[in-house]
């Protein structure tokens, strides 16, 4: 069964920590994504990666970075936490010439800043 | 611009209650439209892809069709387990990349 899979389900981080949320998948995907949802807001991307080392800015990519050195894995980074990016984040991948196959998810970290 | 609109953004049903949600788009040159379907806490499971108007996808208890501008996912005679939020989207195209540009999401709630 493919899987991408996020290391924590839940986290709860002080404000101005630097957080690491990891994320791996096993499909071979050229793609990966990283959204937070919030309520009533719904699914708003941060950033995202069509290949290794490259990564684009979503639509609110503000206080984040990432990194991806391998195919495999994404990393979303949180420079200094604040109160306001306590969230779900979601993982997703995808092939590059085959979107009909639709976005794999991960489970989802749920980050609470304090 | 892409968008999608999904409505009602919460509907209750009895169980066994058919309806229908919605799902309309404006895309530049639509490349498919996909249905995901995403229980509390959790990642969205994907369910189906529509790929060109008149299509029809069933899975169990749903049903999912599409038009030029608008797409409906039917529930037929639903379950509690049915209870769920369901989500659409459509892909974007942005620099050699593939996004998709996702709906609120409908919240249904099925009560025994």
Redesign the interface.
Known sequence: DVK?TQSSRYLVKRTGEKVFLECVQDMDHE?M?WYRQDP????R?IY???DVKMK?K?DIPEGYSVSREKKERFSLILESASTNQTS?Y?C?S?W?DR??????????T?LTVV | EDQVTQSPEALRLQEGESSSLNCSYTVSGL??L?W?RQDP??????LF?L?SAGEEKEKERLKATLTKKESFLHITAPKPEDSATY?C?V?GL???????V????TRLTINP
């Open positions: 991408v793609n994504f009533g807001l719904g699914l991307l995202f990666s069509y684009e979503g779900m979601l997703a995808s590059a979107i009909y196959y639709g976005y794999t998810f991960g489970s989802g749920r | 490349r498919g996909f995901y806490g959790k990642g969205p499971e994907f892809t790929y989500l989207a892909p942005i620099q050699g990349a593939q996004k998709l996702f709906g609120q999401g």
